[in-house]
T-cell receptor, first 117, second 107 residues
């Protein structure tokens, strides 16, 4: 199936650990994103990658680092996990227009539920 | 800074009772207004994109409209399977989402 997929679906870990979440898309898109959805269900952009270059870097802690081995993958590495990192993390992908063209639709993965104990 | 405000926060309707959800936005240059549906435990599912004031789009019982300051998602004769959280977002650099409207349709 054509889609955005994420692994793992659930991740339970201890404070201070380092973990990674993987994302893959087979939609042929050139841009991928990571969003965080907090306990109040508010979705907020964290990062995006276009052609292996970081084009958005919101004010997230530098413990979070996106890594894109190729156009179809964008992984999220988190170092020294903290209790406040507990949330659902969503990956998304789209074609990226420029400032003068309409934005194409972003398609989301199923989410990774991270719980830090 | 882009802002998106959705109302109401929650809405309970009887099956067949039509209503509208509101999304008010402020953005420096609108490159698209997006509606998504999110079911519990799942990722947002794309519904509509609107690009300019006056534009309308329809899909089954849903119709989205856009003005220069807000968008409405009209739900006509809803069914229980329409129960979900409906999210509105605008595009600047990445999507800026509202907090959503949690819609419950009672059989």
């Amino acid at each position: 199936d054509t889609a955005v997929s994420q692994t793992p679906k659930y991740l339970v870990t201890q404070m201070g650990n380092d973990k990674s979440i993987k994302c893959e898309q087979n939609l042929g898109h050139d841009t991928m994103y990571w969003y965080k959805q907090d306990s109040k269900k508010f979705l907020k952009i964290m990062f995006s990658y276009n052609n292996k270059e970081l084009i958005i870097n919101e004010t997230v802690p530098n413990r979070f680092s996106p890594k894109s081995p190729d156009k179809a993958h964008l992984n999220l590495h988190i170092n020294s996990l903290e209790l406040g990192d507990s949330a659902v993390y969503f990956c998304a992908s789209s074609h990226l227009g420029d400032s003068t063209t309409p934005q194409e639709t972003q398609y989301f993965g199923p989410g990774t539920r991270l719980l830090v104990l | 800074e882009d802002q998106v405000t959705q109302s109401p926060e929650a809405l309970r309707l009887q099956e067949g009772e039509s209503s509208s959800l509101n999304c008010s936005y402020t953005v420096s240059g609108l490159r698209g207004l997006f509606w998504y549906r999110q079911d519990p435990g799942k990722g947002p599912e794309f519904l509509f994109t609107l690009y300019s004031a006056g534009e309308e789009k329809e899909k089954e019982r849903l119709k989205a409209t856009l003005t220069k300051k807000e968008s409405f998602l009209h739900i006509t004769a809803p069914k229980p399977e329409d129960s979900a959280t409906y999210l509105c977002a605008v595009q600047d650099v990445g999507l800026t989402f509202g907090t959503g409207t949690r819609l419950t349709i009672i059989p």
